[in-house]
């Protein structure tokens, strides 16, 4: 299912989808980081993933994240990174929220 509610999103083996929420949060990422997307963010990690249909086996399921998995290791990296807490917003929240059929973190 995780892997079925990125591709929702827009996030495909053809590239973002037009209009789609992962346009919307490509366009919000560039405008925040200065005009680009960076590798290792939001976008990167979610296209990459939904072009490869590796949510799951990344270890972002519909239960939460996987124990000793690569989400795991990356939410690690990201709370080490920031003050122990994982942003709202960041790469770990937002890849969990849509894969669980959220917006992303996004109000």
């Known amino acids: ?3 079925q509610n990125v591709h929702k999103a827009g996030f495909t083996s053809s590239g ?3 209009g789609s929420l992962a ?3 490509m366009s919000q990422e560039a405008k925040a980081s200065g005009g ?4 290792g963010g939001p976008t990167a990690t979610l296209q990459k993933m939904g072009a490869e249909g590796s949510t799951h086996s990344a ?3 519909s239960s939460g994240i996987a124990p000793e ?3 795991s ?3 690690s990296e990201e709370a080490k990174s920031n003050k122990g807490k994982t942003p709202r917003g960041g790469t770990t929240s937002t890849a969990q929220s ?3 059929g959220g917006k992303g973190g996004r109000s």
Do not use: C, L, Y
């Open 73 to 75: 290791e990356m939410m």
């Open 36 to 39: 680009g997307v960076h590798s």
């Open 98 to 100: 849509i894969s669980m």
């Open 23 to 25: 346009s919307s949060i």
């Open 59 to 61: 270890g972002f399921t």
């Open 1 to 3: 299912m995780s892997d």
């Open 16 to 18: 973002i989808t037009k």
């Open 69 to 71: 998995s690569q989400a």
